[in-house]
């Protein structure tokens, strides 16, 4: 912070010492300065203020618009969604063994109830490995489009957490306890991410908040998903209610969560 004004001014023209309070030399008459030092009451000059720094916003990301947060893209689920498929290609091709991707009765390795999931390749009548696309499309299409929802929402490990312990929990429930032959495929996992995304709704609009979710198509969907069993053998009736149901506990932990 500045003092004051000095002690006295040096007028170029004539060199005369003047006061630094006026702007023109009385000897001479040549402007000495554009605008004299302001005076507090009682004839003290005034301080220079202290600039205060100014705010500071990072750079733009890339198709950020100002004031406006970008949006992060999505990753974990297309990973979801691209494994299932790659591992289907490569089992009908037999560059992939079909073993390690069956859990059923008479399987002693719970491992396998996670690598289930991405397996939806069966052998046929006449022992051909074929793919069940009708199943994999179903379940990795709700896959793709509620996974995406929720990873939006609250990030990659919220896709990640809910799909495994959904998926795999499911599934090993259905062998396990419920005694079903087999249980291929992510149809408990694919209910658990619906229904994790779509509790923080159902839960808004009971408390009376409006929003813009198309809740009656989830609904569908879900009907959808929840019979899936009485059209393909692989997908187990149990692993997708569990999964479903998890997937609820999933949503109202979340609906308390913080929106990124």
């Not at 997908?235 to 506990?249: N, T």
């Amino acid at each position: 912070m500045s003092s004051g004004p000095d002690l006295y001014l040096v007028c170029k023209s004539c060199g005369a010492e003047v006061s630094p309070y006026i702007t023109e030399c009385p000897y001479c008459g040549t402007r000495i300065q554009k605008r004299a030092p302001k005076l507090d009451r009682g004839g003290v000059p005034k301080a220079a203020k202290a600039k205060r720094a100014r705010p500071q916003l990072p750079r733009l990301r890339p198709n950020e618009i100002p004031g406006i947060r970008a949006d992060q893209r999505a990753w974990a689920v297309w990973l979801l969604v691209l494994a299932p498929l790659v591992v289907t290609v490569g089992i009908i091709s037999s560059l992939i063994p079909l073993g390690p991707f069956n859990y059923g009765q008479g399987i002693d390795e719970p491992w396998r109830a996670f690598t289930s999931l991405f397996g939806y390749a069966r052998v046929n009548d006449k022992f051909q490995i074929v793919s069940a696309s009708g199943y994999e499309f179903v379940s990795v299409g709700a896959i793709a489009l509620f996974g995406w929802l929720l990873e939006k929402r609250h990030g990659w490990w919220a896709v990640l957490l809910v799909f495994f312990v959904c998926g795999a929990g499911g599934a090993y429930v259905a062998v396990e306890f419920a005694d079903e032959g087999i249980a291929r495929g992510a149809n408990g996992a694919a209910l658990g991410l619906l229904a994790a995304w779509a509790m923080r709704d159902v839960l808004g609009r009971r408390s009376g908040r409006e929003d813009e979710s198309d809740l009656l198509g989830v609904l569908a969907i879900a009907a959808v998903l929840v019979l899936l069993p009485l059209a393909s053998t692989e997908a187990s009736g149990i692993a997708g209610i569990v999964g479903g149901v998890a997937g609820m506990i999933f949503g109202v932990v979340f609906a308390r969560l913080r929106v990124r």
